[in-house]
């Protein structure tokens, strides 16, 4: 009765979060002239600039109307300078006008970086956790004395036999709140990814009292590269500064759980201000849900969420910037003994450019399983790439993606468990050093109707301890089929394949899985 209550009330929050994600299209603006008639006009756009001289620009900002940000014109060639002045002026009322903004032209909010507010922030932060960990929790290495940070300064860093969710998953994620820190104070990616090493090196010497952490100084910089944008982007999806009442407290709200670095607005004011509605951005989200079985388990009740960020296909980008492509991937089951198996998979680019249908370029990755079928594998690094985006006239539609990617990750031990090194805390233990990651994804289909798609990843984890390599491969294969704009069923079927070496020892064990899921489209 108790699970049959958690997923009815799921299924209620699901169907009802799509207003989180919903943004304003059309709005009325009123300017009042200087004869104190009001003029109106229509625009397609949440907000617009004017053209200025560039004398102008160096003395004076420019306001906009229904907030107290302000806005600057970019550095536009001499053709979209021009084309910034095109607007048709009503015949029948000389107060009434439409102005129509080209696609080509980028409202560019003027954000200025602030890296002493982004480095209070960050501190801020770390010290919070510190104190949750220390009055709240009570552990013992949040016990922190002048002699504790000498004595880390001296010592020099060491590895971290620390449990798996907490090496491969809640430092990742603490290097992407730093991260995302940054970010929020204007900091470009690069900069940003510096922060969030300094923030990991502040928290290992001076906020724990055990020895500092290489693996953990390692995995929260590449957390900030390859997690922190992705939630950053993700956050202010939901934020709409033009909502109010209680849909603008469950926007912030849900902002801040996807992304505690959101936290800040709180403080800053900005969570409670009117503003302007949020840009438009292309994405597509899903929300999975249904019933889960492997061949080794029982049925399980089986949370899925789903997103593809596509600001790529913007027609007036003229550049790419990190993860204005990016996947994530979540699978949450629900067993008798709770929340057991847990899954995790993003993927976006870097840099790169546009090519005929698709990217090309770096991209970045990070993979979390732990799970009953799949046991322990993570990974977290860069690679080449490329993704494909095809639409026909007749709705039919071709997607593909691929990536080798060096990582840095963790693995079960299939033997050896003496040697794992890692988890032994808890008698946890996993694998940890470099290896490789190679993914592909198709899918196939008609829209309306559904589609079937393919993915296939190869991991490898070489042993920084010992000579052992942990292989996993996992094949999936959905078949989905449409029953409105907003809902499908999908059909799946998971193959997990692992295999290990070490020295002339050779382990190989399968398991598979299959799944019948509802999906709720946004």
Not at 113 to 133: G, H, P, V
Not at 168 to 182: D, E, K, N, R, T
């Amino acid at each position: 009765m108790k699970r049959i209550t958690i997923i009815t009330i799921f299924a209620t929050i699901l169907i009802n979060s799509s207003n989180l994600f919903a943004a304003a299209t059309n709005d009325i603006l009123l300017i009042q002239s200087p004869k104190s008639k009001k003029l109106s006009f229509d625009y397609k756009i949440s907000s617009f600039f004017l053209p200025v001289s560039e004398d102008l620009i160096k003395s004076t900002d420019i306001t906009a109307p229904n907030g107290d940000a302000t806005f600057i014109v970019a550095n536009y060639s001499q053709k979209l300078k021009d084309a910034i002045s095109q607007f048709s002026l009503g015949t029948k009322d000389p107060f009434v006008f439409s102005l129509d903004i080209p696609s080509e032209i980028i409202l560019t909010l003027k954000n200025k970086k602030d890296y002493s507010r982004a480095a209070l922030e960050l501190a801020s932060l770390n010290l919070t956790i510190w104190i949750f960990n220390k009055y709240i929790m009570k552990e013992s290495w949040a016990n922190i004395s002048l002699e504790s940070i000498s004595k880390n300064l001296k010592s020099g860093f060491a590895w971290d036999i620390d449990t798996f969710r907490t090496n491969q998953l809640g430092h990742p994620y603490h290097g992407a709140i730093h991260y995302s820190v940054a970010r929020a104070n204007g900091l470009n990616f690069f900069e940003s990814t510096i922060y969030s090493t300094l923030g990991s090196y502040m928290w290992e010497v001076f906020l724990e009292s055990i020895r500092p952490s290489k693996n953990d100084i390692i995995i929260n910089t590449l957390g900030g590269i390859t997690l922190g944008e992705a939630l950053f982007k993700i956050a202010d999806l939901v934020v709409d500064e033009s909502s109010g009442g209680l849909e603008r407290a469950l926007r912030e709200s849900f902002a801040f759980i996807i992304n505690p670095a959101y936290g800040f607005r709180a403080f800053s004011g900005k969570a409670f201000k009117t503003g302007n509605p949020p840009e438009k951005h292309y994405y597509s989200l899903e929300f999975p849900f249904g019933v889960y079985r492997s061949s080794a388990d029982k049925p399980t009740f089986v949370i899925e969420a789903n997103l593809e960020y596509k600001d790529f296909l913007k027609i007036n980008l003229s550049e790419i910037n990190p993860y204005d492509w990016f996947t994530l991937d979540f699978r949450l089951g629900l067993s008798d003994d709770g929340f057991q198996d847990k899954e995790i998979f993003t993927t976006g680019i870097l840099t790169g450019k546009k090519v005929k249908n698709g990217l090309a370029g770096l991209f970045g990755v990070f993979d979390y399983i732990n799970s009953n079928i799949g046991d322990k594998m993570s990974a977290i690094g860069v690679g080449p790439g490329i993704l494909t985006i095809f639409v026909s006239d007749s709705d039919f539609f071709f997607n593909s993606s691929g990536v080798l990617s060096l990582i840095w990750g963790g693995s079960s031990p299939s033997f050896d468990l003496e040697n794992s090194h890692f988890g032994k805390k808890t008698n946890d233990p996993y694998f940890l050093g470099p290896g490789m990651l190679g993914r592909f994804k198709l899918e196939l289909g008609k829209k309306g109707l559904g589609s079937i798609d393919t993915g296939f990843s190869q991991y490898w984890i070489h042993s920084i301890h010992t000579n052992t390599n942990e292989f996993l491969a996992i094949l999936s294969l959905n078949l989905k089929c449409d029953i409105s704009d907003k809902s499908q069923i999908r059909l799946g079927y998971d193959y997990y394949l692992r295999h290990a070496s070490l020295q002339k020892e050779y382990f190989r064990g399968a398991k598979q899985a299959i799944c019948a899921l509802y999906v709720l489209k946004f």
